[in-house]
Every structure is written in C-alpha cells, then in structure tokens.
C-alpha cells in the first residue's frame, strides 16, 4: 500500500485502518480471498494456484487498474482512495531454495512499479 504514514499521521490511525481495508477489499475482487493474506502493516502477499496462476497476468494488469481508479476517485475519502505498488514473482524449483527468494524478486518488482507510479504523478 502507497503512504500509509501520511494517512496515518493526517487522518489518524483508525482511518489508517480503513485504507488497509480498502487495499485488501480491491485484491479481494481480483484474486480468491483465500489467497491474499496481510504480511506486513501495510503489504499484502497473494499466492495463486491453478486458474489464478494461469492468469496470473491479466489479474495482475486487473489490480493495478482498480488501484488506479480507485486512487482517482474524487467521491471517497482521502484514506479510501488508496493505491498500492504491485510485484510478483514465480517459484521455480530449479533455482528456488526458499520461499525468501520469491519473496524477494516481487518486492524487487513491486518496488520498481512504485518508482513508476511516482515518476507519472510528475
């Protein structure tokens, strides 16, 4: 999730808690519900299997776009117009000991997608 600190301090911790929702209720319209799950205080992890992870593209395309509409939406509330950066990354048994490097290059990609998101706010 994109500026959970500047919700936070402005809006204070319980609308925080609102925009964490929002972020996990736009997944949740994506992806199964079973499969997205809260890491973090602000990140979430999503682990697709079968159809999902088969289209696993076009889904991931589908979330940004959501996020950005809803990041765009003048009719909600500052802390429910949230965004959020995307990475993902798929297990490969071959080169692949742990989860942790899984882990590892979607953050990397979540990271560059966030640098993106800021340089087109320019």
Sequence with gaps: MNDLKGINDNYGHEKGDI???TVCNIACQVFNP???YRVGGDEFIVILEDGEFENREELV???KELFKQNESNDSLSPWERVSAAVGYAVYDPNSDEHVAGVMQRADAEMYE???EMKANKK
């Design 34 to 36: 079973m499969s997205v």
């Design 113 to 115: 997608n966030k640098k």
């Design 19 to 21: 925009s964490i929702q």
């Design 61 to 63: 395309t589908k979330v």
